[in-house]
């Protein structure tokens, strides 16, 4: 299984999260000093004025626990390029390739390896599918009080106790 | 975790939900033993 978007791809039961940062300053004593991080993503959905199912907002949340290696491209050009490729279409602009620029930017790229067992996730509406997993427009859907239905997950955790 | 019908296990789940985040924090271990965190934008 392979995913690439963005500074991240997931592959082989692993996230791998491409990061940049200067050559110098604290993080990077602090990283070389203890490699292990913690990842912490999320985008929260607020509708304070339309309750929906009995809530007033939604989220969306990953935490990934790892180690992050530290990239010269004098070093290991190949994973340099391919962190800044990940990181450079993040916001779909045109990539600029690395090997055509005069010089390489004055930056480390940093690699977190992530085991997924190490990696959890959290969601206040519950997700079942892969449709479920955007967060829905409140504002466009008819007013609705009743709380979701989630007796399938609950047999579900009963049956696993 | 006390909310179990709110945990994403996932991979396919997780890979979707990662593609709605627009920054990450990173959490590092200071000299003083409290977390460092910066932030890294994707947008």
Redo the contacts between chains.
């Keep these: 299984?392979l995913?690439s978007?963005?500074?991240?791809e997931?592959k082989d039961?692993k996230?791998y999260?491409y990061?940049?940062f200067m050559k110098r300053g604290?993080?990077l004593d602090?990283?070389r000093?203890?490699p292990?991080?913690?990842?912490?993503?999320?985008?929260f959905h607020d509708f304070p004025d339309c309750k929906y199912k009995g809530h007033y907002h939604d989220y969306?949340s990953?935490i990934a626990k790892g180690v992050?290696r530290i990239i010269d491209a004098n070093d290991d050009y190949i994973t340099f390029e391919k962190g800044y490729n990940l990181?450079y279409t993040?916001?779909q602009r045109e990539i600029v390739p690395l090997q055509s620029r005069k010089t390489i930017p004055p930056m480390y790229i940093g690699e977190?390896v992530c085991d997924?067992k190490n990696?959890?996730?959290?969601?206040?509406f519950?997700?079942r599918t892969?449709e479920?997993?955007?967060?829905l427009d409140v504002h466009s859907l008819p007013h609705d009080e009743t709380p979701f239905d989630?007796s399938d997950?609950?047999s579900k955790?009963k049956s696993h106790i | 975790m006390i909310h179990f019908e709110r945990e994403v296990t996932d991979p396919i789940f997780i890979h979707e939900m990662l593609q709605l985040f627009h920054h990450v924090n990173v959490g590092m271990i200071d000299e003083d033993g409290y977390p460092y965190v910066v932030l890294q934008v994707w947008l």
Excluded at chain 1, 132 to 135: G, H, I, K, L
């Design positions: 299984m995913f978007k963005f500074g991240y997931l039961e996230l999260v990061v940049h604290h993080k602090l990283m000093k203890n292990k991080v913690c990842l912490e993503f999320s985008a969306r990953v992050i990181l993040c916001n977190i997924m990696v959890t996730a959290k969601s206040e519950p997700i892969k479920d997993v955007p967060f989630i997950l609950l955790k």
